[in-house]
């Protein structure tokens, strides 16, 4: 039997992977492969994004119900299997956005999912959540360092169809694996009155507006990049995967490093940290005028990036213990509206004004995250360490 550790790496690695084989190249796929107007990219951005984040909050409200997360990272699996499939099969818009709306809800549910069993399996066992985060969201970019490559020179070389089937079958791979290897993490018994879960907390929502804007950042450059390269660039469409592989290259060795980081200087001066290094990528890419130049960036935004979402997901189950499953979902939902509302936004300013215009926007949004974690640090963070203390002092 493999020890849970190692099988939660894989399946958190590999459900990445087959999600690293899609997202990358939707863009590319609805305007170079179905000939899709950019506008329209916002359009199904909004519909399916929309759909996941009813679904997951309710699906890993169950989790904390006491209903197994190994069964609903089966069904999530399921859908990631018969969503590109289905995305493989389809020929115009409107079929993708079926597939979208119907199927992708379920198998982007996967994400949160796995974290909440990530957390819980941390809890039950005594390791540093902090720590277990960081180590398996490097798995997440050790499989984005070939996953976007992969994507693309598969795209490039042999058509968006055969892609969406190699990504099918990379999530048969985890769905065995889940099936013969993973085991559901056992938790304490909860007492009647604990029985009744309590909502997020408010402070909750505030951080997750924080990760709202900065992944908003992130996606606005994501989505646009791939269309900048073959399109103003005029490059082959395997070089986008070239930019996504080096910035999770150096996303891994920071997530690995950040917990030791946050634990001497705290979680949220690295977050803060992270986000000076975001925007002076941003800058640093608007006026990038080689391709050499832009290749160098990635490193900056890897830092960026590894930083942020090493730690992320750990802050906001940090403020909310008694509720693990909906501050995942949380978290997650809050990273895919603002996928969602960057990538709309995204394909707006593009169809009007070229594809490098956006990176302005992503420069300002990461602009206001940090504007919000100085207000959170100076209002909230100090009432929660005068809380604490007084707990202490009970």
């Known amino acids: 039997m493999i020890s849970q550790t190692k099988v939660l790496f894989c399946t958190n690695g590999l459900t990445a992977l087959a999600f690293a084989l899609i997202m990358p190249v939707m863009t590319l796929y609805l305007v170079n492969g179905l000939h899709v107007e950019p506008g329209l990219i916002g359009v199904y951005t909004v519909i399916t994004s929309g759909m996941t984040v009813l679904l997951s909050q309710r699906l890993t409200a169950l989790i904390d119900k006491g209903v197994s997360p190994k069964l609903l990272i089966i069904l999530s699996l399921f859908g990631i299997i018969a969503g590109s499939a289905g995305f493989a099969l389809s020929t115009n818009f409107w079929h993708v956005l079926l597939v979208g709306c ?138 986008p995967g070239v930019f996504f592989g080096l910035t999770a290259a150096v996303e891994i060795p920071v997530m690995l490093m950040v917990a030791g980081w946050a634990t001497k200087f705290g979680k949220l001066t690295m977050i803060r940290i992270g986000f000076l290094f975001g925007m002076a990528f941003y800058i640093g890419m ?74 302005i926007l992503s420069l300002v949004m990461l602009f206001c995250a940090a504007i919000g974690l100085w207000w959170f640090e100076h209002h909230f963070e100090p009432r929660r360490s005068q809380w604490r203390q007084d707990q202490a002092n009970l």
């Open 102 to 239: 119907v199927i992708m809800p379920l198998a982007s549910s996967s994400i949160p999912l796995i974290l909440t069993i990530i957390r819980r399996f941390a809890d039950s066992t005594g390791k540093s959540s902090t720590k277990l985060n960081s180590q398996m969201r490097s798995s997440v970019s050790l499989l984005w360092v070939v996953g976007p490559p992969i994507a693309f020179f598969s795209v490039d070389k042999i058509g968006f169809r055969s892609n969406f089937y190699l990504s099918a079958a990379v999530a048969v791979v985890v769905l065995v694996l889940v099936m013969s290897q993973l085991k559901d993490p056992q938790l304490p018994p909860k007492s009647e009155h604990e029985s009744i879960l309590p909502g997020l907390p408010k402070v909750v929502w505030w951080l997750g507006g924080i990760m709202l804007l900065a992944n908003m950042a992130n996606s606005i450059y994501v989505s646009s990049m791939p269309l900048f390269v073959t399109k103003e660039m005029g490059l082959s469409s395997a070089y």
């Open 286 to 359: 608007f006026f990038a005028d080689t391709l050499w130049a832009s290749i160098a960036l990635q490193l900056v935004n890897g830092v960026f990036f590894g930083i942020f979402a090493g730690l992320g997901v750990t802050v906001m189950q940090d403020y909310a213990p008694e509720t693990i499953g909906k501050a995942s979902a949380f978290y997650t939902n809050s990273m895919l509206v603002g996928t969602m509302l960057g990538t709309s936004v995204m394909g707006i300013i593009a169809q009007y004004f070229g594809f490098k215009a956006p990176l």
